[in-house]
């Protein structure tokens, strides 16, 4: 089972550069989220889709997009890459709309913004 | 005011012990409580979830929850060199979930 599956792995941007993480789950879950990974922050939201169609912010939106293409896809867009957004990103994804379900993790997307 | 506080640790063991893992919070609407192993380089991998205040126990480890103080731990018996990893304690409500900062555990041979 691939469970979630993010692209790239690793990633070095120049400042002001533009790119996409993709995400793709194959366990037919309806709630798909984005989180940033900081020493000591532990993990930050930054928008979440509790269903196909929809996307909302979480904890840290400012400077990200996200598309949620279809009930496996959830893409994460950087529009003009800042050092500040140098972080392990990770997708992951959970059963219900309404939460009260776990959530499953995939292996990350190490950024590096220079 | 973080939504979820938890000791980061570093935690050292030697192997065999027991181990105590604890995260507080603020938001008495959390409803489901979840515990993470995140080994380095690699993405949290869940553990334990409840949804309910008490005990759940599976095998060497038992996620404990208390919604009254808004308290929830999770002890490893019998710690091995294989539990060395960050653990991640998250606190969901109606369909988001918050994570505490991790603790970093290390068990020595």
């Known amino acids: 089972n691939a469970g979630v599956t993010q692209t790239p792995k690793f990633q070095v941007l120049k400042t002001g550069q533009s790119m996409t993480l993709q995400c793709a789950q194959d366990?037919?879950?309806?709630?798909m989220y984005w989180y940033r990974q900081d020493p000591g922050m532990g993990l930050r939201l930054i928008y979440y889709?509790?269903?196909?169609?929809?996307?909302d912010k979480g904890e840290v939106p400012n400077g990200y997009n996200v598309s949620r293409l279809n009930k496996r896809e959830f893409s994460l867009r950087l529009e003009s890459a800042a050092p500040s957004q140098t972080s392990v990103y990770f997708c992951?994804?959970?059963?219900?709309?309404?939460?009260?379900?776990?959530?499953?993790f995939g292996q990350g997307t190490r950024l590096t913004v220079v | 005011q973080k939504e979820v506080e938890q000791d980061p640790g570093p935690l050292s063991v030697p192997e065999g012990a027991i181990v105590s893992l604890n995260c507080t919070y603020s938001?008495?609407?959390?409803?489901?409580f979840m515990w993470y192993r995140q080994y380095s380089r690699k993405g949290p991998e869940l553990l334990m979830y409840?949804?309910?205040?008490g005990n759940k126990e599976d095998g060497r480890f038992t996620a404990q929850v208390d919604k009254s103080s808004k308290y929830i731990s999770l002890f490893i018996r019998d710690s091995q060199p294989s539990d060395s990893a960050t653990y991640l304690c998250a606190l969901g409500d109606f369909n988001k979930f918050y994570f505490g900062s991790g603790t970093k555990l290390n068990v020595k041979p």
């Open positions: 409840t949804y309910s205040s």
């Open positions: 938001n008495s609407a959390f409803q489901y």
């Open positions: 366990m037919n879950h309806n709630s």
């Open positions: 992951a994804s959970s059963q219900s709309r309404t939460g009260g379900t776990e959530a499953f």
């Open positions: 889709s509790a269903s196909e169609g929809t996307t």
